[in-house]
């Protein structure tokens, strides 16, 4: 999109430093007016909760002094995107969002008056743009194509938690060496799969000097090693901020307030991976493609369109589709009510499958034969099944599916036969058989028809069992016990994707309590390659890794020990301001003058005129090595609570 300059205004800080505020127009060529200010601010809307809310929005409003009458009303009465702002301060990218067209708002009285003009980073908006990637991708990839749909920024991410096949130097990424397949998004919303990718990495995203950074929270708690996707380089970024009276930035206004935030009791971990679902497309054969194929003769004159019906995702395949004298031909609906033509069948192909240990495949074939003859012969209506399957290292080593659930080198078909016909209104019946997983390769399912008979097919699935035989459930709740003492129990947190222990047991340390923690992988599943090759099993974070090398633990579970440290026990909470001329929404701030904590920015408005901010921030690690209080589990600071049950009024030694 090409924009214009259309309005432009400036003013100086506390710190005399030019704020500059400029709206450009789409496709604007004219000459840019100048715009009286009379200050602005940027909100950014985090939680002063839970420190892990993974997207930290934020909107800019400009006040802006109106001369005559609804002199910027123009502004808004127009698109979400044709209007641009982007502030700087002194030339510096500092923001950057777009004006938000419903949120007029000005004084009715005479002019001169104050008008505001409002204006988002669009994060939130994203919830109203549809998810429309397909195939597999890299996380990467995946988020780069959900905030394109907002603008073309620069990403910056500090995400340092690797898979044990990924590459782990600095200027490595997981979110470049995992693959997801984009179906486990379909019906999605963009915001939607952006919290999934943020939350399976404990990560938020927000916007600082006109660019996106995506970061671990842990990785807060020290220096972040980061990349910079455009620039295709890696750094090193620390979000210390010292305050105090010595110091440029400090506290200001004396409105600060320290509150303890409850430590959560629990929280629940929701998987949502469609462990139900058939991984064949459209198994209930909801979805059909028409296509017109020209025209019919059906006597007396008349002449009819003439139609195919093919299912979506399915191949159709018949040797003819003459049944009759030329004059009552019918062609293909699986619905029923039409005559199934000779040696017609529907077949799928699945490029890639995999199943792990004794994981097995379960096949629905849910069917009904009609035929208008009450006393037909059940010898002559049957269903062939055939499933075949080949190696993706060797394609035409392929083997067959036989009756028996194993797999043999000949072809091989599994029959349904002396089928009973029923009347058209006469019911479904299932036909259910097990077989042994496929390790890794491909496999195609083909229903073959009965001649010159009525069929139905209202579903052809296949299934995953678990490694236990078992049906899997829409969901698996996984709830981590944090501290039994506290008491605060946050909001869900729902999953898509991720690769995550089996039904049963989910401690890997302690797999005698319960069933064998294999793992699987499904449609939600990440992968370490563009052909579904291999999956992700263990992660470990870059700092561990230099330690102990890779454990075995899966991401959720890496993710989960991570969020314990944070939230086990209490945090500290600081609200107030802040005069500084350092403030960025990613700011630690370090009082060291009182206590050696850092206080992670997590919302509050930023005073673009005042250079101050005023806001909440959560207690998230140690300053250059002094006592934390999550550190060690205990707090250790003078005259405060041990444990939960001792106070002490000397420092005492963790």
Not at 15 to 36: N, P
Not at 534 to 541: A, F, H, L
């Amino acid at each position: 999109m090409n924009y214009g300059a259309k309005y432009y205004g400036s003013f100086k800080d506390y710190y005399d430093r030019t704020v500059l505020i400029t709206i450009y127009e789409k496709d604007y060529s004219g000459a840019s007016s100048e715009m009286k200010l009379a200050g602005a601010a940027i909100e950014y809307n985090g939680s002063d909760q839970n420190i892990y809310e993974p997207v930290i929005s934020s909107g800019l409003t400009v006040n802006v002094v109106s001369e005559t009458d609804f002199q910027y009303i123009s502004l808004y009465s127009a698109n979400a995107k044709k209007y641009k702002i982007i502030v700087t301060i002194d030339t510096v990218t500092h923001w950057t969002g777009y004006v938000v067209p419903d949120m007029f708002n000005e004084p009715y009285t005479c002019t001169p008056y104050i008008s505001q003009i409002v204006a988002t980073d669009g994060l939130k908006a994203l919830e109203s743009e549809d998810f429309d990637l397909s195939e597999l991708h890299t996380q990467f990839e995946i988020l780069q194509h959900i905030l394109d749909k907002i603008d073309d920024l620069n990403i910056k991410e500090a995400i340092n938690i690797y898979e044990e096949n990924h590459n782990y130097t600095t200027g490595d990424t997981p979110l470049k060496q995992t693959f997801v397949d984009c179906e486990v998004y379909a019906e999605m919303n963009c915001y939607e799969v952006l919290l999934d990718i943020l939350n399976n990495y404990g990560a938020r995203i927000y916007q600082k000097g006109g660019e996106w950074w995506i970061v671990s929270l842990h990785e807060f708690s020290g220096e972040l090693i980061y990349r910079d996707s455009d620039a295709g380089t890696d750094s090193t970024y620390n979000p210390e901020l010292l305050i105090g009276y010595s110091n440029d930035d400090k506290l200001a206004n004396v409105d600060q307030q320290l509150n303890i935030l409850p430590g959560w009791k629990k929280f629940t971990v929701i998987i949502n991976l469609g462990f139900n679902d058939s991984i064949l497309k459209n198994s209930d054969f909801d979805d059909w493609t028409i296509t017109s194929i020209g025209t019919r003769n059906v006597g007396l004159g008349i002449v009819i369109p003439w139609f195919t019906w093919e299912p979506q995702y399915w191949d159709v395949v018949a040797t003819n589709y003459l049944l009759g004298n030329g004059v009552n031909d019918y062609f293909i609906d699986l619905y029923g009510n039409q005559a199934a033509p000779n040696t017609y069948y529907v077949s799928q192909s699945l490029s890639s499958v995999f199943t792990l240990g004794t994981q097995r495949l379960k096949f629905r074939l849910n069917y009904r034969v009609t035929n208008p003859l009450t006393d037909a012969d059940p010898s002559q209506f049957w269903i062939k099944v055939e499933v075949k399957k080949g190696s993706l290292s060797n394609p035409t080593e392929v083997k067959y599916l036989n009756s028996d659930g194993d797999w043999s080198s000949s072809e091989t078909f599994i029959n349904i036969e002396n089928i009973t016909p029923v009347n058209t209104n006469g019911p479904f019946q299932d036909f259910v058989f097990v077989a042994n997983g496929i390790p890794e390769g491909y496999m195609v399912v083909s229903v073959y028809l009965p001649d010159k008979n009525y069929m139905d097919i209202s579903a052809l699935e296949v299934k995953m069992l678990s490694v236990y035989g078992f049906d899997y459930p829409e969901e698996i709740t996984y709830e981590k016990q944090v501290n039994i003492n506290n008491n605060y129990i946050p909001d869900d947190l729902n999953l898509y994707t991720g690769d995550y222990p089996d039904i049963g047991n989910i401690d890997t340390k302690n797999p005698s309590s319960g069933l064998d923690n294999e793992k699987f992988v499904y449609k939600g599943g990440f992968y370490l390659d563009a052909d579904k090759n291999n999956i992700t099993k263990q992660w470990q974070t870059r700092a561990e890794i230099a330690v102990s090398g890779f454990t075995d633990a899966d991401q959720l579970h890496k993710i989960v020990s991570k969020a314990k440290e944070f939230l086990s026990i209490p945090q500290w909470a600081l609200t107030g301001s802040i005069l500084g001329q350092n403030l960025v929404p990613d700011m630690c701030i370090v009082d060291h003058g009182v206590n050696n904590k850092k206080y992670l920015f997590s919302n509050g408005v930023f005073d673009l005129q005042s250079a101050q901010v005023n806001g909440t921030f959560i207690e998230v690690g140690s300053y250059s090595g002094a006592d934390w209080i999550l550190e060690d589990g205990t707090w250790n600071d003078d005259g405060i609570w041990i444990d939960d049950e001792t106070w002490n009024d000397s420092d005492p030694t963790p």
